[in-house]
C-alpha cells in the first residue's frame, strides 16, 4: 500500500505567516495613534476644507477687484460693516462696478450678496464648518499709497489661530 505525504503547511510556515501579520498590526495600531495624538494637538486645517478654499478664494477675487481709492462702503441694503460683515465696490468681468456683501455672521454659512443695478444675486456657502464662520473676523489693513487691504483671521473651536490673511485690493489706473 502507498501513502501520500499529507500537503499543508508545517508549523513553522505558520509561525513566520503569523508574526509577519501582527508586525503589521502593530505598525497599523502605531500609526493610527500617532494620527489621533497628532489629530488631537494640532488645529483643524480649514484650507483643507473645500467649502472654506471656495469661499476664501472668491473673497480674494472680489476683493482684488475691488475699485476706487476707498471701496468700502459703510452700510448697504440693511447690511452694516462689521467684523463678521464686509461691504465693497467691485470691477465686474463687464466692465460694471458692483456692491458686495460677504455676511459671515451666521455660523455653518456664508452669505455673499453682489449687487447689479438694484438686483441682488446671491451666493450661499452652507457646508462651511461651523466653528470657521463664527471666529471670522474681518478687519482693515493700512499701506501707505495703496487702498486698504483686507485682514482675515479665523481660529478653530479651541481659540487657536487658523487663518491670517491679507488681501490687498489692485492698483487701478
Do not use: C
Not at 76 to 101: A, F, K, R
Amino acid at each position: 500500500m502507498v501513502r501520500r505525504r499529507a500537503r499543508g503547511y508545517s508549523l513553522i510556515e505558520v509561525v513566520v505567516t503569523m508574526s509577519v501579520f501582527g508586525l503589521f498590526l502593530v505598525v497599523l495600531l502605531v500609526l493610527t495613534s500617532e494620527m489621533r495624538f497628532y489629530e488631537k494637538r494640532l488645529p483643524v486645517n480649514f484650507m483643507r476644507h473645500p467649502q472654506v478654499s471656495i469661499v476664501l478664494s472668491k473673497l480674494k477675487r472680489d476683493v482684488m477687484d475691488a475699485h476706487g481709492s476707498d471701496p468700502y462702503r459703510a452700510e448697504h441694503d440693511g447690511y452694516t460693516m462689521s467684523p463678521n460683515t464686509l461691504i465693497l465696490e467691485s470691477i465686474q468681468g463687464n466692465g460694471g462696478v458692483q456692491t458686495i456683501v460677504w455676511d459671515f455672521s451666521k455660523p455653518g454659512e456664508v452669505r455673499r450678496r453682489a449687487y447689479n443695478v438694484g438686483v441682488a444675486e446671491e451666493w450661499i456657502a452652507r457646508g462651511v464648518p461651523p466653528d470657521f464662520s463664527s471666529q471670522v473676523v474681518i478687519d482693515a489693513v493700512g499701506i501707505p499709497g495703496r487702498p486698504y487691504g483686507v485682514r482675515i483671521t479665523a481660529r478653530d473651536a479651541k481659540g487657536r489661530m487658523a487663518i491670517d490673511q491679507i488681501l490687498q485690493p489692485r492698483a487701478h489706473e
